[in-house]
């Protein structure tokens, strides 16, 4: 069973090096554990080692983040907006659907939410400001519920991490993340539909049918993108993490050679920006590493399972049980300490319930990402509200039935599998 007097130690450690980044604060909290069992330390420092070096699917991560960043200092973004507003700008709130449709498209080439927030956000959001059509708090709060669904739909990096602890395929997550993705973007478009009604939103000026094509075809370079990546993963031709590699090179050699919009300049300030966002995720990856040692030298997963187990919690209960827990997490860390720390516990409970752990994937990434917006700290929150200068308070008020909205869909995510299962079977996973 495990100690009760060393979980308190690490709860200890954790807080006295609050002052530090979370995976600083577990590589300490770790090393003070093997101290205080009177191991060598050094082994904090071999597992984490070990743990960097034998994954090669964390290769995917940094260039993902690459391939974000080339994307939102060349005009891709610029185009695929441009081909939003042409696609879905002549609806009745053809913005806010701009809003959730561009989205939908980003993420199916850079994997992170707050890259979309930052770069395609900003965008629409000085376009939905710019005549007073709609007030900076609803496009903050729409910006920041759409936002979310850029780490659902493939290519993903917090479906890496979840792949990283659970020991599943990269592929058969992003496969997995397709449809809820979707569900996602639909149900955030008919809450903007059904709000732009009652608050009387003036319908955008339409871009003319005549001059869709030639949108299109300015576009279609970027559009090609998760074709490339996804075709060429389900394909056999690549690995995710091969995509992820083309992914970068594709985002430069378009931006570069067939936009023109990245100078030299530019480019090195984007591997700089990069390079620190790297590193902010691999020392959280290297302190997780060291974390887990330590719960699996405690055993910590079977206690919890045998804890779990003594209340005989049906599938249905667990689910909602972590849901509401991950929800409530949301609100104090951010999503990939979620996903590396607290996810690996329950993993094995899951399995001793029978839940697939493609689907139960799903459903942890799923909410780490509206952590994210959940109110009062969620991290898409400032970021839409340092852009818009909007109150945090207003922003809240207008993301209210966005998040409704998404809690439907969540629920729908959990309890119909087959829903979100349907697209990896089809694609060959036996789960």
Same mark, same amino acid.
């Given at each position: 069973?495990?100690?009760?007097?060393?979980?308190?130690?690490?709860?200890?450690?954790?807080?006295?090096?609050?002052?530090?980044?979370?995976?600083?604060?577990m590589?300490?909290?770790?090393?003070?554990?093997?101290?205080?069992?009177?191991?060598?330390p050094?082994?904090?420092?071999?597992?984490?080692?070990?743990?960097?070096?034998?994954?090669?699917?964390?290769?995917?991560?940094?260039?993902?983040?690459?391939?974000?960043?080339?994307?939102?200092? *060349?005009?891709?973004?610029?185009?695929l907006?441009?081909?939003?507003?042409?696609?879905?700008?002549?609806?009745?709130?053809? !913005?806010?659907?701009?809003?959730?449709?561009?989205?939908?498209i &980003?993420?199916?080439?850079?994997?992170?939410?707050?890259?979309?927030? @930052?770069?395609? *956000?900003?965008?629409?959001i000085?376009?939905?400001?710019?005549?007073?059509?709609?007030?900076?708090?609803?496009?903050?709060?729409?910006?920041?519920?759409?936002?979310?669904?850029?780490?659902?739909?493939?290519?993903?990096i917090?479906?890496?991490?979840?792949?990283?602890?659970?020991?599943?395929?990269?592929?058969?997550?992003?496969?997995?993340?397709?449809?809820?993705?979707?569900?996602?973007?639909?149900?955030?478009?008919?809450?903007?539909? @059904?709000?732009?009604?009652?608050?009387?939103?003036e319908?955008?000026?339409?871009?003319?049918?005549?001059?869709?094509?030639?949108?299109?075809?300015?576009?279609?370079?970027?559009?090609?993108?998760?074709?490339?990546?996804?075709?060429?993963?389900?394909?056999?031709?690549?690995?995710?993490?091969?995509?992820?590699?083309?992914?970068?090179?594709?985002?430069?050699?378009?931006?570069?050679?067939?936009?023109?919009?990245?100078?030299?300049?530019?480019?090195?300030?984007?591997?700089?920006?990069?390079?620190?966002?790297?590193?902010?995720? *691999?020392?959280?990856?290297?302190?997780?590493?060291?974390?887990?040692?330590?719960?699996?030298?405690?055993?910590?997963?079977d206690s $919890?399972?045998?804890?779990?187990?003594?209340?005989?919690?049906?599938?249905?209960?667990?689910?909602l049980?972590?849901?509401?827990?991950?929800?409530?997490?949301?609100?104090?860390?951010?999503?990939?300490?979620?996903?590396?720390?607290?996810? =690996?516990?329950?993993? =094995?409970?899951?399995?001793?319930? *029978?839940?697939?752990l493609?689907?139960?994937?799903?459903?942890?990434?799923?909410?780490?990402?509206?952590?994210?917006?959940?109110? =009062?700290?969620?991290?898409?929150?400032?970021?839409?509200?340092?852009?818009?200068?909007?109150? $945090?308070?207003?922003?809240?008020?207008?993301l !209210?039935?966005?998040? $409704?909205?998404?809690?439907?869909?969540?629920?729908?995510?959990?309890?119909?599998?087959? &829903?979100?299962?349907?697209?990896?079977?089809?694609?060959?996973?036996?789960?």
């Amino acid at each position: 069973m495990t100690d009760p007097f060393t979980v308190a130690i690490l709860l200890i450690a954790f807080l006295a090096f609050g002052g530090l980044s979370m995976g600083l604060a577990m590589i300490c909290g770790s090393s003070i554990y093997l101290i205080m069992k009177g191991f060598d330390p050094s082994i904090a420092s071999e597992t984490l080692l070990q743990g960097l070096f034998n994954s090669y699917t964390l290769l995917a991560i940094p260039l993902f983040i690459l391939a974000a960043d080339i994307m939102n200092i *060349g005009s891709l973004a610029d185009r695929l907006l441009r081909f939003s507003q042409a696609l879905v700008g002549r609806f009745k709130g053809g !913005l806010g659907h701009v809003n959730v449709v561009s989205s939908l498209i &980003f993420s199916g080439m850079s994997g992170s939410a707050v890259a979309d927030a @930052v770069g395609m *956000g900003k965008i629409i959001i000085n376009m939905m400001t710019k005549d007073g059509k709609y007030t900076a708090s609803y496009a903050a709060a729409i910006t920041a519920a759409s936002a979310t669904i850029g780490p659902i739909i493939p290519p993903s990096i917090p479906m890496v991490l979840y792949a990283l602890v659970s020991d599943q395929s990269v592929g058969f997550l992003f496969a997995a993340g397709m449809a809820p993705g979707l569900l996602m973007g639909a149900v955030l478009m008919i809450m903007n539909l @059904v709000i732009a009604h009652r608050r009387g939103f003036e319908t955008d000026e339409a871009i003319p049918l005549r001059e869709m094509p030639g949108v299109t075809f300015r576009a279609i370079p970027a559009l090609l993108l998760p074709v490339i990546l996804l075709g060429g993963i389900y394909g056999g031709v690549m690995t995710p993490t091969e995509a992820a590699a083309v992914a970068a090179f594709y985002a430069l050699s378009i931006s570069v050679i067939f936009y023109r919009s990245v100078s030299a300049g530019q480019f090195y300030q984007t591997l700089l920006a990069s390079a620190r966002s790297t590193a902010t995720v *691999g020392i959280l990856i290297a302190g997780a590493l060291t974390f887990q040692y330590v719960v699996t030298r405690e055993n910590v997963p079977d206690s $919890l399972a045998a804890f779990l187990g003594q209340y005989e919690l049906s599938q249905v209960g667990f689910l909602l049980a972590i849901n509401a827990l991950f929800l409530v997490l949301g609100c104090i860390l951010e999503s990939g300490a979620i996903l590396l720390i607290i996810v =690996p516990i329950f993993i =094995p409970t899951a399995q001793s319930l *029978g839940i697939d752990l493609v689907h139960f994937g799903v459903i942890c990434v799923v909410n780490a990402m509206l952590g994210l917006i959940t109110p =009062p700290y969620g991290l898409l929150l400032f970021i839409v509200s340092s852009i818009t200068k909007a109150p $945090l308070g207003k922003i809240i008020r207008d993301l !209210l039935p966005f998040l $409704l909205a998404l809690f439907t869909a969540l629920m729908i995510i959990t309890f119909v599998p087959d &829903f979100v299962l349907w697209l990896p079977r089809l694609l060959g996973y036996k789960g």
